[in-house]
T-cell receptor
Framework: AQKITQTQPGMFVQEKEAVTLDCTYD???????LFWYKQPSSGEMIFLIY??????QNATEGRYSLNFQKARKSANLVISASQLGDSAMYFC??????????????FGKGTHLIIQP | DVKVTQSSRYLVKRTGEKVFLECVQD?????MFWYRQDPGLGLRLIYF???????EKGDIPEGYSVSREKKERFSLILESASTNQTSMYLC??????????????FGPGTRLTVL
């Protein structure tokens, strides 16, 4: 079973509109972290936002916020007032902490977001 | 700023060749990772290392090996390259702890083509 599911392969959004990118996850760990990364066409992975499983408030970073619904195992990314430069692939990822060490991230398959003028 | 560099942006090799992909980070991070990225599959973890000379298998280690002789350098080795290893390879590093626990910083990627 997939640990990270992103159900939207692609999205078209008008500039200045808000965007919600869906992410659901599957874990039996109590301690985990959720990440969102942006990958423009140039290829670099850019960290956007992080939510810990014990964080009571939803994470926010500028125009990005994470709508964390723990009971539903949902961690949707919300981009307010979208801009043309937001066009990119967006990846949701999870780190499970129960094993300790330095386990890597488990990524979803990504959502290709295109902002239209 | 954290900087993660990879030795090549583009690489073309022939089937059966031994291939080295090098990654260097300049922020004294303990953890380093190698992922491959394929369209429609996202990123998948190949190997990671949490200390010099230490390595752990990720989700898809078959056909790969790694080396970490110095803290700042993590090498991915394809012993005998095959066409199904044509992919984008991304290196990442992270601290233990910090504001965003285990946030990973990525290099620019190496697009490897095996003919």
């Amino acid at each position: 079973a997939q640990k990270i599911t992103q159900t939207q392969p692609g999205m078209f959004v008008q500039e200045k509109e808000a965007v919600t990118l869906d992410c659901t996850y599957d874990t039996s760990d109590q301690s985990y972290g959720l990440f969102w990364y942006k990958q423009p066409s140039s290829g670099e992975m850019i960290f956007l936002i992080y939510q810990g499983s014990y964080d009571e408030q939803n994470a926010t970073e500028g125009r990005y916020s994470l709508n964390f619904q723990k009971a539903r195992k949902s961690a949707n990314l919300v981009i307010s007032a979208s801009q043309l430069g937001d066009s990119a692939m967006y990846f949701c990822a999870m780190r499970e902490y129960s094993g300790g060490g330095a386990d890597g991230l488990t990524f979803g398959k990504g959502t290709h977001l295109i902002i239209q003028p | 700023d954290v900087k993660v560099t990879q030795s090549s942006r583009y690489l073309v090799k022939r089937t059966g060749e031994k291939v080295f992909l090098e990654c260097v980070q300049d922020m004294d991070h303990e953890n380093m990772f190698w992922y491959r990225q394929d369209p429609g599959l996202g990123l998948r973890l190949i190997y990671f290392s949490y200390d010099v000379k230490m390595k752990e298998k990720g989700d898809i280690p078959e056909g790969y090996s790694v080396s970490r002789e110095k803290k700042e350098r993590f090498s991915l080795i394809l012993e005998s390259a095959s066409t199904n290893q044509t992919s984008m390879y991304l290196c990442a590093s992270s601290l233990v702890g910090g504001r965003n626990y285990n946030e990973q910083f990525f290099g620019p990627g190496t697009r490897l083509t095996v003919l």
